[in-house]
């Protein structure tokens, strides 16, 4: 693959993850993951070595792992968990606690 070509896929995918940075950090990060892994025999050699692709995609779950947002490591389900109301993952509550 040419490194032209290379360079096309690799802004495509740091593009996507800016869009899907605006909806979370940690899935923006697990998303990232997923498509460096996939694109991988892409851009390896043309526009990285294996060694720096293989720190990308490992920093990546790294950073899913430590975010506060996903204690599990998984960013899907701790989202649907907190769409559906089982568990807090906002760091100021939205709701108002009453006091009489």
Known sequence: MSEETA????????????EDRKE????AAAK???SLAEHA??????Y???????SMVFDCE??????KQSNSGDPMTNMSDWL??????SRISM??????
């Open 24 to 27: 979370g950090r940690a899935n």
């Open 62 to 67: 790294n950073f899913t792992k430590e975010d």
């Open 84 to 89: 559906s109301g089982k568990v807090d993952l």
């Open 7 to 18: 360079k096309i896929i690799f802004d495509k995918i740091w593009k996507q993850f800016s």
């Open 41 to 46: 025999s892409d851009l390896v050699p043309a």
């Open 48 to 54: 990285a070595t294996a060694k720096e692709f293989m």
């Open 95 to 100: 709701i108002k606690e009453r006091t009489h």
């Open 32 to 34: 990232l993951q997923r």
